[in-house]
């Protein structure tokens, strides 16, 4: 039986993986700066996480919300210290869209109203909700597209008022920073007017922080730095450091209803020791801090390095870097990052170099991407 081709696969097989290094079967050694789509978090295959998984697979891996389980509760403890969301709640489960179609149907469930605003370029996930949600129509089935979904642009301050002149919204959900719509990042200011017209209008703000959170951005949740608070954040990719879960945080108003959310695997044993241990990882090594080190240190290096880049975006280790298409090199220069310089990258739209690494990067290995894609400009004379 063949595999369903959706995805568009580089022909590498990897056998092993530790830190920012993933080695394939010919023995070749990548530098990852793609994090297997901003999901390695702490490095791959870290002590601490292999260890503590071993441990509990030995113990139990699996079984069913139908009883108590210690492990949430003690996520639900570290996420309250590290994530700067006193008070609110924690429901898991297993993937970045199921956390906000969640998201989605909490907001619904407390309003009563079935509209949501979200933005252009806006990348959510691929079930029914968060696809409605996603500005991407090639990917939006028949099936999905009957939701009651706005899409305005990001800092628009004036089609935002507009917005909530003529609609009454469910919700209105932004990314941290957009990432599958080339690393953009709504100013403060845009954020803040957002928050105060969801207080005003009872609109529950969803903060979509699965790209961008988990410490990727120098501090917890992207949004921070605006300095707002959200009603829901979701949460998925670096959470697990490869282990499939995902969360959301809920803010007190909400009242949880026995049986209106529900999940098979959300929660387990598994996903929070995996969990549990990418906190703790991220706290005892300061990954936060080392994501903004490490980000101003690309930043200065190669983001006013003119020849190639049109744009430098992001913050810390959520880089963007927009190249100019008439450069000769800027075509291949994804591919021959990988294929000459074994360094992995991830793309967004064709001129669109997005730069997600584990938080553990080193400055020598941010050096060696900085050398390499020099020289892929600098040959190209
Ligand atoms: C911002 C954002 N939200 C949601 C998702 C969907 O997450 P998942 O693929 O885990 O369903 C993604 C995935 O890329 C994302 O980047």
């Not at 509990?56 to 639900?76: D, H, K, M, T």
């Not at 709640?89 to 149907?105: D, Q, R, T, V």
């Not at 190249?323 to 992995?344: C, N, V, W, Y």
Request: hydrophobic fraction near 40%; charged fraction near 20%.
């Amino acid at each position: 039986m063949p595999l369903f081709p959706v995805y568009k696969t580089w022909n590498i097989n990897a056998v092993k993986a530790r830190g920012c290094t993933i080695t394939d079967d010919k023995g070749r050694e990548y530098l990852d700066l793609y994090g297997g789509h901003a999901v390695i978090s702490i490095g791959h295959s870290h002590p601490v996480y292999v260890k503590t998984l071993s441990e509990q697979l030995q113990r139990i891996g699996f079984y069913s919300n139908a009883i108590v389980n210690p492990l949430q509760e003690r996520l639900a403890e570290a996420l309250t210290r590290i994530s700067e969301y006193p008070g609110y709640a924690l429901f898991l489960c297993n993937s970045g869209a199921e956390a906000n179609e969640n998201a989605l149907k909490l907001a619904s469930f407390r309003n009563g109203r079935n509209r949501v605003l979200a933005f252009k370029r806006s990348f959510h996930g691929r079930t029914s909700g968060a696809v409605a949600l996603t500005d991407n129509p090639s990917i939006c089935s028949p099936f999905n597209a009957n939701h009651h979904v706005d899409f305005i642009d990001l800092d628009d301050f004036a089609a935002l008022e507009q917005a909530f002149t003529q609609n009454q919204y469910a919700a209105v959900i932004v990314e941290g920073i957009q990432g599958v719509g080339g690393i953009r990042e709504p100013s403060a200011a845009f954020l803040q007017k957002i928050r105060a017209l969801c207080t005003v209008h009872d609109t529950v703000l969803i903060l979509d922080e699965i790209q961008s959170g988990y410490g990727r951005t120098g501090k917890f949740f992207a949004h921070r730095h605006a300095g707002i608070r959200a009603d829901i954040v979701t949460m998925a990719k670096g959470m697990g450091n490869g282990f499939p879960v995902g969360g959301l945080l809920i803010a007190p108003e909400f009242k949880a209803v026995q049986g209106q959310l529900g999940t098979t695997f959300g929660g387990n044993y598994l996903a929070c020791t995996a969990a549990l241990a990418v906190l703790q990882v991220i706290e005892e090594e300061d990954l936060m801090s080392n994501a903004a080190r490490m980000g101003s240190l690309i930043k200065n290096e190669i983001g006013h390095f003119s020849e190639g880049i049109s744009e430098y975006r992001g913050r810390g280790l959520m880089i963007g870097l927009e190249l100019r298409p008439e450069h000769p090199a800027s075509a291949t220069l994804r591919e021959d990052l990988l294929m000459k310089g074994q360094i992995f990258t991830g793309a967004a739209g064709t001129h669109i170099i997005r730069l997600l690494p584990p938080l553990c990067l080193t400055e020598q290995e941010a050096e060696t991407f900085i050398k390499f894609f020099k020289q892929c400009y600098i040959s190209h004379r």
